[in-house]
């Protein structure tokens, strides 16, 4: 596109030099100059407006870290436990949607919808203090897994069992230093990513912090013109906060200021919502979130739950959630459940199938308790 915009302007500029010297009228030079500004600066916003839309293919993108195309995980998951070993055909780059020759908006929902994330021997490791206190295993390595689009990962465990850590390792948000060592493989659509490279995905912190004196609708509207003020217009911009808006059921509270614990506002529910809502304006195909029912009361859970599981169900989203203490009615909306503990694997499979898991080590759950407890 570069290229075509420079071969472009170098003969509109011959064509100008030619045209000058036969008319050798300065108004006209002046027209045609003006014209080229304006073609080439539309041709500009049109590049602009397709690179969004660019991380579609990060799967196959070299400059994103993807390096090969690799069975990897996808050939050992079933090893982990029985349940959710079903071969993966999304590896297959014809399943990759590009968004080039799509209107914006309705290209948007489409393009991110495949995206399945594979993940194993994952290892963090915290330096000794000195040579007398030895390296802490974070994780051991033992972490493996596959979250597969329109479906739901839950990661649970303990407290202090390295829940939070993995997530930031899949989603290749922990930055290596010294002190910390991260290793493993991780697999988007079956492509290996390299090193820690960042997924495609929108990551939920468990805390997030808002603006409180803006409303609902102010928080979307500045967040979708810094994410999006490039590439799309104003009206274009509108559609997608009332989208947005309407997705994740704020609507009727778009005039509510967010507030925060001393400023009354949202309800701790909505907050969450309008957090997954911020994070979904670049459509991205996973969604890795740490603890988002934590501190709402039931009601809500299951109403931020509930919306997770229309995103995988309608929009094919793959999600990854670290839960904790959930309901029962909650825990089975999740399909899959990883269970660590300590930083080890403890179960990986279907979250139908724990209890049958824990029977045969011998550990029986009494029929009316909550699985997860
Ligand atoms: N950057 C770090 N430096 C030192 N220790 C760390 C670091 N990151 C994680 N840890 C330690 O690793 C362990 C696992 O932390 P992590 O936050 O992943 O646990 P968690 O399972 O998410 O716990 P919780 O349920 O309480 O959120 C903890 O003991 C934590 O103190
Ligand atoms: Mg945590």
Redesign the pocket.
């Known amino acids: 596109m570069g290229i075509n915009l420079i071969m472009m302007a170098s003969e509109l500029q011959s064509l100008l030099d030619a045209l000058s010297t036969n008319m050798r009228t300065n108004a006209s030079i002046y027209f045609i100059t003006l014209t080229v500004i304006l073609i080439a600066s539309q041709l500009a916003r049109v590049q602009a407006q397709r690179s969004i839309f660019s991380i579609g293919s990060k799967v196959t993108d070299p400059k994103v870290g993807a390096k090969k195309k690799t069975s990897g995980i996808f050939a050992s998951a079933a090893d982990v436990d029985g349940g959710n070993n079903e071969d993966s055909e999304s590896g297959d780059e014809d399943d990759v949607i590009y968004a080039d020759d799509e209107d914006s908006r309705t290209a948007r929902s489409e393009v991110f919808q495949s995206c399945e994330v594979g993940f194993e021997n994952i290892q963090?490791v915290?330096q000794g203090k000195n040579k007398k206190k030895p390296d802490?295993h974070?994780?051991d390595g033992s972490l493996k897994g596959i979250a597969k689009p329109g479906r739901m990962l839950a990661i649970m465990?303990?407290?202090?069992?390295?829940?939070?850590?993995?997530?930031?390792a899949i989603a290749g948000r922990?930055d290596g230093n010294k002190?910390?060592t991260v290793s493993g493989q991780r697999y988007v659509n079956g492509a290996e990513l390299a090193g820690d490279s960042p997924l495609p995905c929108a990551f939920i912190e468990?805390e997030v912090n808002f603006f409180p004196h803006m409303t609902v609708k102010e928080t979307l509207d500045f967040r979708v013109e810094l994410k999006l003020g490039s590439s799309l217009g104003k009206s274009a911009r509108d559609a997608v906060v009332l989208d947005l808006l309407e997705m994740l059921g704020l609507t009727k509270s778009a005039d509510t200021i967010v507030g925060n614990t001393k400023v009354r506002g949202l309800s701790g529910g909505e907050r969450k919502r309008l957090s997954i809502a911020c994070e979904l304006i670049s459509s991205p195909p996973v969604l890795i979130l740490?603890?988002p029912t934590s501190g709402l009361d039931s009601y809500q859970a299951g109403q931020v739950t509930d919306f997770l599981r229309k995103l995988a169900d309608e929009q094919g989203k793959t999600i990854i959630s670290?839960i904790?203490q959930p309901s029962q009615s909650v825990f089975e909306k999740f399909d899959d459940l990883l269970l660590?503990s300590e930083?080890r694997l403890m179960y990986y499979g279907e979250t139908s199938k724990i209890r049958q898991y824990l029977s045969g080590l011998g550990y029986n759950c009494f029929k009316d308790t909550g699985t997860a407890e």
């Open positions: 963090i915290l802490r974070i994780l465990g303990p407290s202090g069992s390295g829940k939070s850590s993995l997530i930031h922990i002190k910390i468990q740490d603890e670290v904790h660590v930083g």
